[in-house]
């Protein structure tokens, strides 16, 4: 039998076309200029890439870092625009693009990269556009159904969710709080909102395991756990728990019967530091020291010897793997 790579199931890849991917972002107040700004130089960028030069610069310095990183690849996401009920394009309110086409070529050239595609079920040519996807080898579909304006309770996107079964692809959708992006629904980012695609037999990663981000966000991770009792196939990832935000949300992940379907994520280019898990009792002091950014500056190995540290079990790194192999 292969060995099992070791994979980071969340990594957001951000460009401002320059390099012709297609991509772009609009970072509106101050807020997020600051926080963009924080982003690229935590990925170990010089901020003056946010003006230009960013594609190109942000892929290479991603493969680099995975290459020098204990793992073997990460699941790149390509990020969709909001579609209205008519399935009319709702751009201007969208904050970045990143399309499939660039993240599939990406993930052609580099082995370290996991395509992941993004499609609203609800545009026009969201069948067409899935067939595309299904034929470039994508494996995963990302969704952030609070902020690109989908209720996955909608019925007309059955057909969508049984031909990503049938092409055993997987769902990594966003469930729970948000305060990077601007958000149309938080109701849509409850898991049981999930029940339709996971009836219609797609594998599900809930990312985040659906906890609260800011102080007044739902917290839906009791209903999520509760849910991986009636469905087996259903995931969840623990992306950006490193962080004073969401690091309430470890604790309830890790027990034995739980951490089982938890699935390694980091949430890069989101900013990674021990803490809030060591504020939570969740890390000791001097493991809290040794995994500085001073001391590991990469932050997806970062994040990954946090996420040791604190007691996801080994094969929380290697799941993903296999259920890239359940095809
Ligand atoms: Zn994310």
Known sequence: MQKLRKIDCHVHLVGDGSAGSGCWFRLPGLWKKFLGRMMIKGVGLPTGLMKDGLDEAYAKNLVKQVKESSLDAVVALAQDI????????????????????????????????????????????????????????????????????????????????ERMAEAKMILLSHTGGEMTVKVFDHAFSDPKKLEIPLECGVRVIAAHSAGRSGIFDMDWTADLLDMFKKYPQLYSDNSALCSINRARTLKHILPRGVNQRIIHGSDYPVPVSGLGPFLMGELSWSDYRETSGSKIPNIIERDYQLKKHIGFSADTFTRMDELLNEV
């Open 82 to 161: 909001p579609y209205d009920e008519r399935g009319n394009s709702m751009a201007d309110e969208a904050q970045f693009y990143v399309p499939n086409e660039y993240v599939a070529k990406l993930a052609k050239e580099n082995p370290e990269i996991i395509g992941a595609c993004s499609i609203h079920p609800g545009r026009p040519d969201a069948m067409g556009e899935l067939e595309r996807c299904i034929e470039a080898g994508m494996p995963v579909l990302k969704l952030l159904p609070n902020c690109l304006n989908i209720d996955y309770s909608e019925k007309r996107f059955i057909p969508f969710w």
